[in-house]
């Protein structure tokens, strides 16, 4: 019956949401860490570094300012949903679920960088589905690139994320040179203003290329796997498989723009799994990322599944397995 419970629009799900939210973060305050444990703080890309500086080394603010970012990112989510209609159904399911990934790793639950490229790639998606059947030139991908740009300032390994864009591009246009050529003259804009800061300032701008190298191209401390989060890692995968099937099988009774909304986040998510095997420097804050596309199957999976035991199953233990995560991380 949980499941039942968050399915609906009311103002009671909405308090369920801020409960959940609450016992999924409450681990980060009671066990403080500190700022700088992770690689992206040693030498940070310009932004994050500029606004590490400003909250200070002390874990509190910074776990607030995640805490306001990941409600901002849920109710972005179910915004995205209600403009676009792609699920077919407006639900708050999106928000839950990306507040419970939120908590899978819990040593990432304090401020980091990839919750800003997440916020930024959502504000990419977005203006690339709003370049559909726009007549002429659509400058929209020279917005969605700006918008990676800025998040690669955040988070570096955004920018293989511009792939997105000409992606987005050709799953709902016919393509064309010019608008590639917008695209990545957008994804290009924001680091071509940060060197020219940086050499306008006399700051050292061969330092900036080795940060930018460093955060693209450096390996950073391993993340180890518990046993418990194995075994809800393997789960939660379980459950995304049958949900992505459970799409491609519907897939054909969408309509035109929600079947390609659906493309473009399995390609979201495909590029997700391949940056993390490939790059070094992928670690398992991606979970900010492919947390995106993840919650759009499984709220699609269950609110259209016919079945009613086996989605209240798989929420349940969703919500359970994060919670037991959260508790043992306590320990």
Same mark, same amino acid.
């Given at each position: 019956?949980?499941?039942?419970?968050?399915?609906?629009?009311?103002?009671?799900?909405?308090?369920?949401?801020?409960?959940?939210?609450?016992? !999924?973060?409450?681990?980060?305050?009671?066990?403080?860490?500190?700022?700088?444990?992770? #690689?992206?703080?040693?030498?940070?890309?310009?932004?994050?570094?500029?606004?590490?500086? &400003?909250?200070?080394?002390?874990?509190?603010?910074?776990?607030?300012?995640?805490?306001?970012?990941?409600?901002?990112?849920?109710?972005?989510?179910?915004?995205?949903?209600?403009?676009?209609?792609?699920? $077919?159904?407006? @639900?708050?399911?999106?928000?839950? +679920?990306?507040?419970?990934?939120?908590? &899978?790793?819990?040593? #990432?639950?304090?401020?980091?960088?990839?919750?800003?490229?997440?916020?930024?790639?959502?504000?990419?998606?977005?203006?690339?589905?709003?370049?559909?059947?726009?007549?002429?030139?659509? #400058? *929209?991908?020279?917005?969605?690139?700006?918008?990676?740009?800025?998040?690669?300032?955040?988070?570096?390994?955004?920018?293989?994320?511009?792939?997105?864009?000409?992606? /987005?591009?050709?799953?709902?246009?016919? /393509?064309? =040179?010019?608008?590639?050529? =917008?695209?990545?003259? /957008?994804?290009? @804009?924001?680091? =071509?203003?940060?060197?020219?800061?940086?050499?306008?300032?006399?700051?050292?701008?061969? *330092?900036?290329?080795?940060?930018?190298?460093? $955060?693209?191209?450096?390996?950073?401390?391993? #993340?180890?796997?518990?046993?418990?989060?194995?075994?809800? +890692?393997?789960?939660? /995968?379980?459950? @995304?498989?049958?949900?992505?099937?459970?799409?491609?099988?519907?897939? *054909? @009774?969408?309509?035109?723009?929600?079947?390609?909304?659906?493309?473009?986040?399995?390609?979201?998510?495909?590029?997700?799994?391949?940056?993390?095997?490939?790059?070094?420097?992928?670690?398992?804050?991606? +979970?900010?990322?492919?947390?995106?596309?993840?919650?759009?199957?499984?709220?699609?999976?269950? !609110?259209?599944?016919?079945?009613?035991?086996?989605?209240?199953?798989?929420?349940?233990?969703?919500?359970?397995?994060?919670?037991?995560?959260? +508790?043992?991380?306590?320990?």
């Amino acid at each position: 019956m949980l499941l039942k419970q968050f399915k609906g629009n009311a103002t009671g799900t909405i308090l369920l949401i801020i409960v959940t939210l609450l016992l !999924v973060w409450a681990s980060a305050f009671i066990k403080l860490q500190s700022h700088f444990s992770l #690689y992206f703080d040693l030498d940070p890309m310009p932004l994050y570094g500029i606004l590490s500086s &400003l909250v200070g080394t002390h874990p509190l603010p910074g776990i607030f300012f995640t805490l306001a970012l990941v409600s901002l990112m849920a109710f972005s989510m179910v915004n995205l949903n209600t403009t676009l209609f792609f699920i $077919n159904q407006r @639900t708050l399911l999106p928000a839950v +679920i990306y507040i419970l990934l939120s908590g &899978l790793f819990p040593q #990432y639950q304090l401020m980091n960088p990839a919750i800003f490229g997440a916020m930024f790639l959502m504000l990419a998606i977005r203006r690339i589905m709003d370049s559909y059947r726009v007549p002429g030139i659509a #400058y *929209n991908f020279f917005d969605a690139g700006i918008f990676i740009g800025i998040g690669s300032l955040f988070y570096a390994d955004l920018i293989w994320f511009g792939l997105l864009v000409i992606i /987005g591009m050709l799953l709902l246009r016919t /393509g064309n =040179i010019k608008e590639i050529f =917008i695209a990545v003259i /957008g994804i290009a @804009t924001p680091f =071509i203003l940060t060197f020219g800061i940086y050499y306008v300032l006399g700051r050292d701008v061969e *330092n900036l290329w080795s940060i930018i190298g460093y $955060n693209l191209f450096g390996r950073p401390d391993s #993340y180890v796997f518990t046993p418990l989060t194995i075994v809800a +890692i393997s789960i939660i /995968g379980l459950i @995304t498989l049958v949900s992505m099937v459970h799409l491609l099988m519907l897939m *054909n @009774t969408k309509k035109i723009k929600s079947r390609k909304t659906f493309f473009l986040f399995l390609w979201l998510f495909l590029i997700s799994v391949v940056v993390y095997i490939v790059l070094p420097t992928v670690s398992v804050e991606i +979970i900010w990322i492919i947390g995106i596309p993840v919650s759009y199957f499984l709220a699609h999976y269950f !609110v259209f599944i016919k079945k009613k035991l086996i989605p209240e199953i798989f929420f349940s233990v969703l919500y359970i397995l994060i919670l037991v995560v959260q +508790i043992w991380y306590l320990k």
